[in-house]
C-alpha cells in the first residue's frame, strides 16, 4: 500500500488545482500544498533531520499542521503531534521521551513552556507566528526558503510515521508508535467504508493532534483528493455557519460537541449538506442522537476506537442496519475477540476485554518493552475495554476493565450508574468510580455536574438510585465539581479523578 505522503503527491499530480486545504477565507490547492510539503521537507533535512528522527508539532488546527505533518514523514523523520491542551510538564516529558530533535510550534503556545527557549539546548525551534524569541527559527521563511525535496520520501511501510501520546492510562503518557503502513491502512479504509470522494468535504473539528482528527479528518481527506475544511477550535455556532458556507458533507465529532451543537439557538441553522456524521470518544445517549438527527436531518454513526489501534476499529455501517448502544462492525481487515480473565474466547453476548487484531495496531510504546509486551500479545491488541459481540458481530462497549468495581465480591459497571444519575434533572454530567473501603474492598463515588440553575440536596441522589439500581450500586459518597476532567476527544479520565480521592477524606452521604 502507497504511503499517505505518496497518495498526497499523486492526488497533487491528478488534480494540482484542486482545493485540498479550506481555512478561514484561504484556500490551499494540492498543487500548493505539495509544493510547501517539499520546501519544509528540504528545509528540515537542511537543519539535520535524518531518517527516524523526531519532530515534534505543537499547533492548533492550521493549514501549517498538515504541512509540518506531511513535511516530517517526507523526510523520512518521526511525527510527534503535541496536545497544546497539557500542561507545560506534560509537554515536557513527552518532548523527553521521544527525544526530539526539532519542535514546530505555535508562538503562542511557546510562551508556555520558558525553559524551552531559556534554557534547553537539544531542542532546535521553528516557531510559527509574527515574534520569533531570540536562538528560535521562523517555520514560514523555512517554508518559503528551503530548497524542496525533488523526490518521494525514500521510506518502507514498515518505518514508523507518528507517535502519538495516549491520556489517562498510565501516570505519566506513553507513545504509541505507528507505521506507514497501519495509518495507511486505516484512513483508506475509512475512504472506502464512507465513500469518500473527491466532490466530498470534511470538516476538522477534532483537534489534528488527536490520532482520529489525523486519520479520519486529515489522511482520509488528503488521500481521498478530496477537501479538508478546518476550524482553529470548536464553537457550535460556528461549526454551523462554516458547514452551511463551504457545503461540509462529512463530520466526525464527539458527543460533548453533538450536544453542543443542539444548543446553539436562532433561524436558518440547517445543515442540508451534511451526509454523515461520526461520533467516536464516549457515550452518547440515544436521546441526544435522536434528537441531532431530528434536528438536522442526517446519520449518526456511532465508532469505536483507541489510539494503539490506529485509531479506529469499528464503526456503524452505511449500508447496514444500526444497533441501539452499539459501537458497530469490525472495519475491514479488522478482527475482534473478547476474553475472559484467563485468556479463553467468550462466546456471544458474554462480556469481557476486548481484543483487536488489525494492520492499524501500534508497532508498540516508544522505549516502553515490557508495557509493549504487557499489551500486545501474539499480534493482539488487549485493548483494556470491557464489551461483547453479539450475534450478528456488533461490537457493544461497556466499560474501561479499569474502571470496574469490584465491591463485597460483586462487579459495579460505573456506566449503569452513570446513566441513571443523568435521567435526574439536577444533573448536567457524572462520572462514577470507586474507592478504597476497609469493609466491602471498594465503595461507590460519583462525581457530579449539576445543570445551570439546579441545586441537589445533600443524599437526594443517592434516595434517587435506590428507585432504580440495588443499594450496593447506588453512590455513598457524591461530590459536585463544576467540571470533570477529560481527555481531546471528551472522555472522562477517571484515572485524574482516582488520583485525586486517595488525598481526600470521605463522608457517606447515608
Same mark, same amino acid.
Given at each position: 500500500m502507497p504511503t499517505l505522503v505518496s497518495q498526497i503527491y499523486h492526488a497533487a499530480q491528478s488534480a494540482p488545482q484542486q482545493r485540498a486545504i479550506l481555512f478561514e477565507d484561504t484556500e490551499i490547492t494540492y498543487d500548493s500544498l505539495v509544493n510547501a510539503v517539499k520546501k519544509l521537507a528540504g528545509g528540515l533535512v537542511e537543519l539535520g533531520i535524518e531518517q527516524g528522527d523526531r519532530v515534534a508539532? /505543537?499547533?492548533?488546527?492550521? @493549514?501549517?499542521?498538515?504541512?509540518?505533518?506531511?513535511?516530517?514523514?517526507? $523526510? *523520512?523523520?518521526?511525527?510527534?503531534?503535541?496536545?497544546?491542551?497539557?500542561?507545560?510538564?506534560e509537554l515536557e516529558h513527552q518532548l523527553k521521551d521521544s527525544g526530539a530533535k526539532i519542535l514546530i510550534v505555535w508562538q503562542s503556545f511557546l510562551q508556555a513552556l520558558p525553559a524551552l527557549h531559556t534554557t534547553s539546548t537539544d531542542i532546535e525551534l521553528l516557531v510559527l507566528g509574527p515574534r520569533v524569541f531570540k536562538g528560535c527559527q521562523s517555520l514560514t521563511h523555512i517554508i518559503t526558503h528551503s530548497t524542496p525535496l525533488p523526490v518521494e520520501p525514500a521510506i518502507s511501510d514498515s518505518d514508523i510515521a507518528v507517535i502519538n501520546y495516549t491520556s489517562g492510562i498510565a501516570d505519566e503518557a506513553m507513545g504509541a508508535a505507528l507505521t506507514h503502513a497501519a495509518i495507511a491502512f486505516n484512513a483508506t479504509t475509512c475512504i472506502e467504508m464512507f465513500k469518500i470522494t473527491p466532490q466530498e468535504k470534511l470538516i476538522a473539528v /477534532?483537534?489534528?493532534?488527536? @490520532?482520529?482528527?489525523?486519520?479520519?479528518?486529515?489522511?482520509?481527506?488528503? $488521500? *481521498?483528493?478530496?477537501?479538508?475544511?478546518?476550524?482553529?477550535?470548536f464553537k457550535p455556532s460556528e461549526v454551523i455557519e462554516t458547514v452551511q458556507k463551504h457545503s461540509v458533507t462529512f463530520m466526525p465529532a464527539v458527543p460533548g460537541m453533538f450536544r453542543a451543537l443542539l444548543t446553539v439557538q436562532g433561524e436558518h441553522l440547517e445543515m442540508p449538506s451534511l451526509k454523515y456524521c461520526m461520533c467516536y470518544g464516549g457515550h452518547l445517549a440515544d436521546e441526544i442522537l435522536f434528537e441531532f438527527e431530528n434536528r438536522f436531518a442526517v446519520k449518526i454513526f456511532k465508532a469505536y476506537g483507541l489510539t494503539e489501534a490506529g485509531p479506529l476499529v469499528s464503526s456503524a455501517r452505511i449500508s447496514r442496519d444500526r444497533k441501539s448502544d452499539s459501537a458497530g462492525l469490525p472495519l475491514m481487515g479488522v478482527e475482534l475477540q473478547i476474553r475472559d480473565n484467563a485468556g479463553r474466547i467468550l462466546f456471544p453476548n458474554q462480556s469481557g476485554e476486548i481484543f483487536v487484531k488489525s494492520p492499524s495496531v501500534m508497532q508498540g510504546y516508544w522505549g516502553q518493552p515490557k508495557e509493549t509486551e504487557r499489551r500486545l500479545q501474539d499480534g493482539w491488541?488487549?485493548?483494556?475495554?470491557?464489551?461483547?459481540?453479539?450475534?450478528?458481530?456488533?461490537?457493544?462497549?461497556?466499560?474501561?476493565?479499569?474502571?470496574?468495581?469490584?465491591?463485597?465480591?460483586?462487579?459495579?459497571?460505573?456506566?449503569?450508574?452513570?446513566?441513571?444519575?443523568?435521567?435526574?434533572?439536577?444533573?448536567?454530567?457524572?462520572?462514577?468510580?470507586?474507592?478504597?473501603?476497609?469493609?466491602?474492598?471498594?465503595?461507590?463515588?460519583?462525581?457530579?455536574?449539576?445543570?445551570?440553575?439546579?441545586?441537589?440536596?445533600?443524599?437526594?441522589?443517592?434516595?434517587?438510585?435506590?428507585?432504580?439500581?440495588?443499594?450496593?450500586?447506588?453512590?455513598?459518597f457524591i461530590e459536585r465539581v463544576a467540571s470533570l476532567p477529560k481527555s481531546p476527544t471528551g472522555r472522562v479520565l477517571k484515572r485524574s479523578l482516582r488520583q485525586k480521592t486517595t488525598k481526600q477524606s470521605h463522608e457517606p452521604v447515608k
Open positions: 508539532i /505543537l499547533l492548533p488546527n492550521l @493549514p501549517h499542521f498538515c504541512i509540518s505533518y506531511y513535511a516530517i514523514m517526507a $523526510a *523520512a523523520a518521526i511525527a510527534v503531534p503535541l496536545n497544546f491542551m497539557q500542561d507545560a510538564k /477534532l483537534p489534528l493532534f488527536h @490520532p482520529l482528527g489525523q486519520t479520519l479528518v486529515m489522511h482520509a481527506s488528503l $488521500a *481521498a483528493n478530496s477537501t479538508l475544511v478546518i476550524l482553529p477550535r491488541l488487549a485493548t483494556g475495554d470491557v464489551g461483547y459481540l453479539d450475534l450478528d458481530h456488533y461490537l457493544f462497549i461497556q466499560e474501561r476493565k479499569d474502571d470496574i468495581i469490584i465491591k463485597g465480591g460483586f462487579s459495579i459497571h460505573p456506566r449503569e450508574v452513570e446513566n441513571v444519575i443523568l435521567e435526574h434533572s439536577a444533573v448536567e454530567e457524572v462520572a462514577v468510580i470507586g474507592i478504597p473501603d476497609q469493609i466491602h474492598g471498594a465503595e461507590v463515588k460519583a462525581f457530579v455536574v449539576l445543570a445551570k440553575g439546579a441545586s441537589l440536596a445533600e443524599d437526594e441522589l443517592f434516595t434517587y438510585c435506590q428507585n432504580f439500581l440495588p443499594v450496593y450500586k447506588c453512590p455513598r
